[in-house]
């Protein structure tokens, strides 16, 4: 157990169609980051939110965008599904720079697929 | 980002040292090793990291070259529940201030512990 809850735990949905998905962050931690991990490959950055604000951002295009609420958690909203958006979406939490903190603990992800 | 080179995968009979390797030949001074592990069906999982030199915890060793060129993790005694897919990353950071770090994950070594 890490503290940190993703929703749902999977989703099916049409190519075209919007989804969003859903972090709770480990108590304390102030920046969340998603990945996106297609099969068989290693997870891939999409972006970071620190104080609701995004902070840094991989090379995803515009259709993937999110939001940090004051309570930290935090949403992946992705627009105009495609089949190659079918994967297993990761959130992890953090603490700041500046801050001594540890690692960033990881939920278990959401496997979205695409049809 | 410098760029990691893994091993696809390995096997290790369990109880015995599993030793990891990890190439990553244009990392740059400031930047560290870490070593994340997924086990199926989870989100990756911190192990330890590290700049230039020999770290231990109580889940691993990381031993780096001199010329930090390469690396090894260390599980020094692995059990069924070690199996996974094992992540050598580098990146900025601090020994004790990483973890929002954006990490590049690559392929990974997949291990399988053999009873």
């Known amino acids: 157990e890490t503290g940190v809850t993703q929703s749902p735990t999977h989703l099916i949905k049409t190519r075209g169609q919007q989804v969003t998905l859903r972090c709770s962050s480990q108590?304390?931690?102030?920046?969340v980051s998603w990945y996106q991990q297609a099969l068989g490959q290693g997870p891939q950055f999409i972006f970071q939110?620190?104080?609701?604000?995004?902070?840094g951002r991989g090379n995803f295009p515009p259709r993937f965008s999110g939001l940090q609420f004051p309570n930290y958690s935090s949403e992946l909203n992705v627009n105009a599904l495609e089949l190659d958006d079918s994967a297993l979406y990761l959130c992890?939490?953090?603490?700041?720079?500046?801050?001594?903190?540890?690692?960033?603990?990881f939920g278990q992800g959401t496997r979205l697929t695409v049809v | 980002d410098a760029k990691t080179t893994q091993p696809t995968s390995m096997d290790c009979a369990e109880g015995r040292a599993a030793n990891l390797p990890c190439n990553h030949s244009?990392?740059?001074?400031?930047?560290?090793v870490y070593w994340y592990r997924q086990i199926h069906s989870q989100g990756p999982q911190y192990i330890i990291h590290?700049?230039?030199n020999n770290e231990t915890n109580e889940m691993a060793s990381l031993i780096i070259t001199e010329d930090r060129k390469s690396s090894t993790l260390i599980l020094p005694h692995a059990t069924l529940r070690d199996t996974a897919v094992y992540y050598c990353i580098v990146g900025r950071g601090s020994i004790s201030n990483f973890g929002n770090e954006k990490l590049t994950f690559g392929t990974g070594t997949r291990l399988t512990i053999i009873p």
């Open positions: 108590s304390g931690h102030n920046t």
């Open positions: 590290g700049l230039k």
């Open positions: 244009t990392i740059s001074g400031n930047e560290y």
């Open positions: 992890a939490s953090s603490l700041e720079w500046g801050q001594k903190n540890t690692e960033a603990f």
């Open positions: 939110y620190y104080r609701e604000e995004e902070n």
